[in-house]
């Protein structure tokens, strides 16, 4: 089993930065997928990014794309969001998720996620 917890979120004006960070312990990091999703009000948690064990392959939901990115650090047992030019619409509870020795062409739906955080609030106003 893996343990994650998250941090970094907070309120920012929309065009702003924020960098989340998500902290695994437990179980050998580097054999997990991890990803960020994000539940606003009122909807369905969806998929923000994936990355691959390695760090080597990411995906994205095409409406963070070229503002987002996911990377992680295999040593300290840390994956991150930075999250450039926010959008009120970005504003949700994002999570962290680990998925054990799975491919993240897999990663698609909240359901192929085995570990979750508890989530870390982000607020964006306008």
């Known amino acids: 089993q893996v343990q994650l917890v998250e941090s970094g979120g907070g309120l920012v004006q929309a065009g702003g930065s924020l960098r989340l960070s998500c902290a695994a312990s437990g179980r050998t990091f580097s054999n997990y997928a991890m990803g960020w999703f994000r539940q606003a009000p009122g909807k369905e948690r969806e998929l923000v990014t994936v990355?691959?064990?390695?760090?080597?392959?990411?995906n994205y939901a095409d409406s963070v794309k070229g503002r987002f990115t996911i990377s992680r650090d295999n040593a300290k047992n840390t994956v991150y969001l930075q999250m450039n030019s926010v959008k009120p619409e970005d504003t949700a509870v994002y999570y962290c998720a680990a998925a054990r020795f799975r491919s993240i062409a897999t990663l698609t739906t909240p359901r192929a996620m085995d570990y979750w955080g508890p989530g870390t609030q982000v607020t964006v106003s306008s």
């Open positions: 990355i691959s064990q390695s760090g080597i392959a990411t």
